[in-house]
Structure formats: structure tokens, C-alpha cells
């Protein structure tokens, strides 16, 4: 563990930082976000990271805009290479 690293609800800044892209698009389970929650309510310096994060997420997806909806022939053969 780094020297400035902080463990808070069970969770090393570090370990916050791996999930965090998940986290923002809400892909983690209700637990995990808990703690995650718990962690950057304590941890300053991932308060600050996250807040950095998720505003530049959202001006991404801003600029960015939806993505394209996948063609049906595409959906088709990823199913069917998926389950092969």
C-alpha cells in the first residue's frame, strides 16, 4: 500500500480507483457502492478524485452523445458467437 493511502470501509483508495469507471456508470453491486460511498465520505482526497472524474464522465457523455444502436445483424452474430 502507497503511504498516502488510506483504507476507509474496508476499502484502500486504491481499490476505490479500480471500480471507480464502474461505479460512476452504476455497474457495481449495492453493496460494493455502499462501501464506496462510505470511503470517499472519509477519504478527502478521493472526494476530490471522484468529483473530477464524474464531471469530466459527464461532459464527455455530453459531448459525445448516445451511442449508436448496435445493427440487428451485429446483435445477431455476437449472440451467436457468445453462446458457441
Known amino acids: ?5 488510506r483504507t476507509v470501509a ?3 483508495c486504491s481499490q476505490v480507483l479500480e471500480v471507480l469507471s464502474a ?3 452504476g455497474e457495481v453491486p449495492a453493496a460494493l ?5 462510505a470511503h470517499v465520505a472519509e477519504c478527502r482526497a478521493c472526494e476530490r478524485f471522484g468529483q ?3 464531471a469530466m464522465l ?3 457523455r455530453r459531448h459525445l452523445g448516445p451511442p449508436d444502436p448496435v ?3 451485429v446483435a445477431a ?3 451467436a458467437a457468445l453462446t458457441d
Open 71 to 73: 445493427p440487428d445483424e
Open 33 to 37: 457502492a455502499a462501501r464506496i460511498d
Open 77 to 79: 452474430r455476437l449472440r
Open 23 to 25: 461505479y460512476a456508470d
Open 58 to 60: 459527464a461532459g464527455m
Open 10 to 12: 474496508g476499502l484502500t
Open 52 to 54: 473530477g472524474f464524474t
Open 1 to 5: 500500500m502507497r503511504p498516502d493511502e
